[in-house]
Structure formats: C-alpha cells, structure tokens
C-alpha cells in the first residue's frame, strides 16, 4: 500500500529499519491530485528525479493527457520507492500558468512573442556574424545540471566540433565541480568511487559539509533507517550549523568556515600517529605517502582547534572514530565545496580514504556527492569545462580520439588551453571578447555570485544573450531571445546520479504550447547552421533521444564511464544501472577501484592534476614521473587563511545553502503550492547567543551586508556557530514587481547579492560559503521567522 503523509512537516518519512548487511526495506510514496486515487489514473510512465541530486526512481500519474501525481519504485536500487517533498510536490509546476508557449525576441526594449523561425534565425544570424567577424571563441555556452544526457552530449558536439569554441561550462560549476575535480587530483578521473548501498553495510559514517537531511532527503531517510535499526553506525558530522544531520550525529564538529584543510590534516595527523594506516594498501595502491605524512606532522589537534576554533579532544575523538572504522563510508558536499581551499579539503578526504583502504568492498565507500540531477551526465559528456568521456585535455591522443568519433579534423578541437570555467566566461563577457552567450536550463542572474555585476552583463548592448527555458526567469527577462523548452515529463532521457546509476525517464505528456525538448532546439540549431564533418556530411546524425544516446554510446567505448552494454530499451527494462556497464559488466559495476586504479596511468588518465595552491595543471612528463604506474595520489595540502577575513565592520563569517523544500532559484519549487507556502519568505540565521550580542530576536526583519551588496531577511535563530550567518539562496525576484532586480534603492532578497567574486584556484567554482557581513536591525518583528 503506497503512503500518501504530509511529507512537509515530515520530508523523511516513516522508518522501515534494517542491520547491516540487510537490504533496506521498500516503502512505497505517494502524491496525486486532489481527489484523486490510484484507480483513477489512466497511465504510469516511468521517470526519475530532477529535483535534486539522488537518482530516486518514479512513476509519472497521467489523466487525461495531463500530470496529476508521482509515485515512488519499489523495485528501484536507488530509493525502494520512496520519494522526498520537491518530488512529491514539484510536478506541479509543469502545469504553472507562466510558462513560456512560444519563442520571445526584443524588440525596441521588450520581449514579444513570434514564431520558432524568425527566433532562431536571429541566433543562427548573429552567430554567423560573429564566426565571420570574431571566431569561434565569440561565441559561448552556459548549460545546466537539469537535462538529460542526450542533450548535454548534443550541445557538446555542436559547440565544441561545430561551433569550435572552447567556451562551454554547466551551472554544475556552482555545485560539484570540486566533487569531479577532487576525484581528478587523487583517481586520475572522475568517477565515484563508492556506491549508495555501501550505506547498507557500514559501521561508520562521516558527512563532510553535507547537510544530506535536506539535500538529498530519501539518502538521508536510509541513514535513518540504519540508525534506528539494529547495531547503528556511527556518525560523524562536519558542519558550522546544527543540522538535522548534526542533531543526529554522535560527533558533530562544527569549525570556523574556511578551515576544512586544518581540520582534515589534524585528522590524517592523528590517524598516522596512532598507527591505524593500511600499510599494505597504501604501499601497493597509492604514491605520495611520505609527503603526506611529512606535510601533515605538524599538524596536531592542537594546532587545528586554534585554527578552526574546536576542542582539540573532539578534533581526536573524530580521528579515533574515523581510525577505528571498519566500513567507512565518507560523503562529501557543499560545505566543502563552496568553501575555501574547496578542492584541497575534498581531497584530503580522499586521502583519508587511501591511507585506511577504505575502498572497493561493501561498506567502504567515498562520495563525493553532485549538487543536481544529471550533473554527472554535464561532467561525462563534456559540457562542463572537460572533455566527453573523461579524456584529457593535455593528451594528443585523446583529443585525436575525439577528432576521429565526430570525424573532424583535430585542429577543430581547441585544446592549447582547458576548456573555459563559468567563471572565465562571465569575465569574457563583460570584457567584450564574448557576444554571444546561450544560457540553457539555469539562472545565473540569481545563481552566480554578486549579482549586480551579473545583471550588468547580461544586460549589455553588445551581448546577444539566448536563454532557453521553462519560464521567464530574471535571467531570461535580460535576454534578446528566449526559447520556450520543455522539461521532465514532457520529454525522454537518460540521467545519471551521484552513485553512477543511469535511469530512463521517459516522456508522460506533451509540452505545453509550441515548447521543444533542449534535444530538439540544439539539434535545430546545429541544422540551420549547417555543421559539418570532414567528410562533407552532417557533423550531427542523430535525432531522436534514443540515437543520441547511442551516439554517446560509442563515444564512452573504453573510457571509466563506459556506457556500451546500456540503451533506452534495457534500462526501460531493468531500471537503474550503475556506469560503467559494458558487455564484461553486463549488470553495471558497484564499486569502482576493487583492485586498482586504472585510470590513473597517465596514458589514460582525465587529467595530470593540478596545484592545489596556485590551480596550475602539471604536465604529462611530471605526472608519469610521479605515477608512472597509474596509482592513487596523496596528494597533502597545508591550510592557508581565507582571503576576506572578517573585521570590525563585517564581523561575521557569511554562508549561504539550501533548504529542503526549494530547489535552486525556485523556478519549479516556488510554483508549487506546498513547497512555496513552507518556504515562502527569504531569511537569515544567527546563533541565539549571537543575535543576542546584535540586540536582535527571532522574527526580526535584518539587513544583511558584505561589501558587495545586502539583502532584507526575517530573522531565525538557531543552533549553529557563533560569529556566522547564513542565508538561503534560493530566493530571487520573479514573483516580485520587480521581476529580474531588487527594488530601486532597496534591499534585495537573493543571497548573491553579497557573495563574493571570487573561486577555487582548483576547480573553479565559485566560494559562496566564504566572505565577511554584518547584520543589522531593519525592524521589530511580530512572529518567528518560519520555514
């Protein structure tokens, strides 16, 4: 009997506890229309989750052509049929009244409708101007962590083949770049290692800036249920605020923001003190040992409480919990992420993993954990600032590979320098070496960091801005055409999560209007612009999601995510499939590095790595001198202090995150009814003992500044770190009069407001949990701010 609970007030659910080694129990969820039951729908297609970064297996409710519910898969590996609040609720929003039917141009200052052709003959015209003026390197593309496979790998072919333009990055740089980029420096390659059901066997679990409560709410419910179960794992918590997680935790260390690296070193410090290393291991598996040691020695807990401002004994408490784990399994996230020295804290995680052989068996597991639903897929298909399949930029051979799979001529691949970063691409723009900008499923006029500049962007002249979506966004109301697209639901694909599982989720109900799937506007553009291989014939010959998928198929042959013993009818068939799955691995592959590192030889390998300092990538002649076999990497890396210390004006540490009731800039979550009315107003948290000191209460309405930028927010306190604040960054201006901006001579409500331009040297992405504010009293409040 499927459950149909308020999940609002309880997003987790029901416990169905289990032991170790048990295989968690299903539990079937449930949401359809009012007054609806399940005998009343007519029809049951079978999705997976776009609100978030799970993978949680579904079924789409159809009546009457139309949405009206969900229902979780039992059957399913990922979620055994449950399903969290933005799953339950937010397919609502594919029936919003504001979404957009028909394509929109400027003209004279507005927007106004027209039809499919005279838009996308402005984007093919202005393009072809720009090739014939400027280059390729004119033209840019910004996608998202929100579309299926089919049409990242599309977009990659046409931009990076087509186009030729080396500018082309995903909003998964905001997210999990740091996720793929740690994975890169230690495994060679992108990949997770470990596997969802490793939580399943574990005695230990170790939740690094990851507030997977609300973040990935059905991974958290099976952490629950092994918690309530039979012998419990431990769990430790790293996180400046008392999270759902931390009020669970048996340890929850909650260090200064921006001293993960301090922290961690004490952590292998004590480890390697205490003798609980793999010797074994870490001699047959792993270079760089000795340099860890040396470069971690120093650094005791006593060191690192100074520094992250914790007890030096919980600092060796979380070391003999780590050091005395049998089945580690170890979750990474944004407070790592976003934070700085993101992808040397990250790293040092993997570390931790290596020199206890916590890997490639049941219960040792490591994840480093996506932010999106198919971010995984923009990393493997190269639409992110890597190349498709995981090959390396630095390697002539894997370039010549790429060149002769798309039948081009190498010297088409831009490959003298990395691919451009999120980051580099906005700089491009407002510097005027980028005039076109085609931004597809995100909206980094909420997103990216210190918005004012961003608005003034994409609101130059010169810029020609594309933006296609399913709304008018604030990034879309600054565009020169805007392209109605369809979205989960209303189309078919793949997507991949952050444990490797591929899902279909297939099309239930057409797009409303004149909407087009992303597949279908890319595969539009790339005709009308006539792209061509060096044989003279189309440089894109598929159209259809299912051929595209076989396009990509035969572009991961023989790469870590391999792909070729997968296709639309055997995961219509089967369900989730883990990459990589080949004609040897017929079933997919659990865990990844069982006996070895493969990809990290250097004639295979993603990349050589990179300092983690300065961010400068080795070359190959270094990196085969010092892991001429293909090992994992220790690679150490001292704590260095943030770079906007606060001070007497800002004397607060600034973070900003999510909520578990909204998704990104709320484009789909606020525009569904239970979700907006939890979540409905932007707020800011302040320890009680630290507002107390500002002379402020809960439910009063604060001004929150850094130098860039202040937001208007209702107070809430709570339990977290003193000296911090913390704000939510889903909220824009869509449903505001304003519609794209703060109000004029006003305070705005979009965290970014404040954030700082400023990113890992590393990874690129942005350090959204690093700056200095002040919070001060706007006015007196009548309640308690609420979620």
């Not at 083949?161 to 060679?188: I, M, Q, W």
């Not at 952050?498 to 279909?504: F, G, M, Q, S, Y």
């Not at 004609?583 to 390998?605: I, K, M, Q």
Request: hydrophobic letters at 35%; proline letters at 7%.
């Amino acid at each position: 009997m499927a459950e149909r609970p308020d999940r609002i007030e309880d997003p987790w659910g029901t416990r169905t506890p289990y032991g170790p080694g048990e295989p968690w129990p299903a539990r079937t969820d449930l949401h359809l229309a009012a007054g609806l039951t399940e005998d009343d729908v007519q029809r049951w297609t079978p999705a997976a989750s776009v609100l978030h970064s799970n993978g949680d297996a579904m079924d789409i409710a159809v009546r009457d052509g139309r949405i009206v519910g969900v229902r979780g898969r039992a059957g399913d590996r990922i979620n055994r049929g449950r399903l969290g609040p933005k799953d339950l609720y937010g397919w609502q929003a594919n029936h919003s009244p504001d979404r957009l039917t028909r394509p929109l141009v400027r003209e004279n200052g507005r927007l106004v409708e027209c039809d499919w052709d005279t838009a996308l003959d402005r984007v093919v015209a202005r393009s072809r101007e720009l090739l014939d003026a400027q280059g390729p390197d004119a033209l840019a593309f910004y996608t998202s962590g929100q579309l299926f496979l089919e049409e990242y790998y599309t977009l990659a072919v046409l931009a990076r083949a087509g186009v030729g333009t080396n500018h082309l990055d995903g909003n998964t740089r905001l997210c999990t770049a740091t996720a793929g980029e740690s994975l890169k420096e230690t495994f060679g390659s992108d990949g997770q290692p470990g596997s969802y059901e490793d939580i399943d066997h574990a005695d230990t679990l170790a939740l690094f800036g990851h507030n997977m409560a609300e973040t990935q709410t059905v991974l958290w419910a099976r952490v629950l249920d092994r918690l309530a179960g039979p012998e419990p794992p431990t769990l430790l918590c790293v996180d400046p605020r008392r999270t759902h997680v931390a009020r669970h935790a048996h340890l929850h260390l909650a260090p200064r923001p921006g001293t993960n690296v301090a922290l961690l070193d004490a952590l292998l410090h004590e480890i390697i003190r205490t003798g609980r290393v793999d010797r074994r291991f870490v001699e047959r598996h792993t270079v760089g040992f000795e340099e860890l040691a040396a470069a971690v020695e120093p650094c005791t807990p006593k060191w690192a409480a100074g520094v992250c401002d914790l007890p030096a004994a919980d600092i060796e408490r979380a070391a003999e919990i780590l050091g005395g784990a049998q089945r580690l399994v170890s979750t990474v996230l944004q407070g790592f992420y976003q934070s700085h020295q993101a992808t040397a804290a990250a790293v040092q995680v993997n570390n931790l993993h290596l020199i206890r052989g916590m890997l490639g068996g049941p219960g040792r597991g490591l994840l480093q954990m996506n932010g999106q639903p198919s971010a995984q897929n923009t990393r493997e298909c190269g639409a992110d600032g890597d190349l498709p399949g995981f090959r390396n930029w630095q390697n002539e051979a894997h370039v010549a590979e790429l060149a002769r799979i798309w039948n081009v001529d190498l010297d088409r691949l831009q490959h003298d320098a990395p691919p451009t970063h999120a980051m580099q691409i906005f700089s491009g723009a407002e510097q005027g070496s980028i005039r076109l900008l085609w931004i597809s499923g995100t909206n980094p006029a909420v997103s990216l960091p210190e918005l004012s500049r961003i608005r003034a962007i994409l609101a130059q002249e010169r810029l020609f801005v594309v933006v296609q979506d399913l709304f008018l966004t604030e990034t879309a109301q600054l565009a020169d055409v805007v392209l109605p697209a369809a979205t989960w639901g209303e189309k078919s694909g793949a997507l991949t999560n952050a444990d490797r599982t591929v899902h279909l989720s297939e099309k239930a109900v057409g797009p409303p209007g004149e909407a087009r799937s992303d597949l279908d506007i890319f595969l539009a553009y790339a005709a009308r612009m006539d792209f061509r291989d060096k044989d003279g014939g189309p440089l894109i010959t598929w159209d259809d999601p299912a051929s595209a998928f076989a396009a990509w198929q035969r572009c991961s042959a023989g790469r870590p995510c391999d792909y070729t013993g997968l296709s639309h009818d055997l995961l219509r068939e089967s369900g989730g499939l883990q990459w990589p799955c080949t004609a040897e691995a017929p079933d997919g592959t659990p865990r990844l590095y069982t006996d070895g590192f493969p990809f990290a030889h250097p004639d295979r390998c993603e990349s050589y790595g990179k300092d983690l300092v300065t961010g400068e990538p080795m070359g190959a002649e270094e990196y085969r001198a010092l892991n001429p076999d293909g090992k994992a990497v220790l690679r150490a890396a001292g704590y260095l202090p943030p770079d906007e210390p606060t001070s007497a004006r800002y004397p607060l540490h600034l973070i900003t995150g999510r909520t578990v009731h909204h998704f990104h800039t709320r484009t789909k979550t606020g525009r569904a009814p239970e979700l907006a009315s939890a979540a409905p107003e932007m707020w800011a948290e302040l320890s009680p003992s630290e507002a107390s000191r500002q002379g402020l209460s809960d439910g009063d309405v604060v001004r929150v500044a850094t130098p860039r930028g202040a937001v208007r927010a209702r107070l809430r306190t709570t339990a977290m770190r003193d000296g911090t604040v913390f704000l939510p960054f889903h909220y824009g201006y869509w449903d505001t009069p304003e519609g794209h901006r703060p109000p004029e001579g006003g305070l705005g409500r979009a965290a970014n407001e404040t954030t700082v331009t400023d990113w890992d040297p590393v990874s690129k992405q942005p350090l959204f949990k690093t700056g200095a504010a002040q919070v001060t009293l706007v006015s007196r409040g009548e309640e308690p701010a609420r979620e």
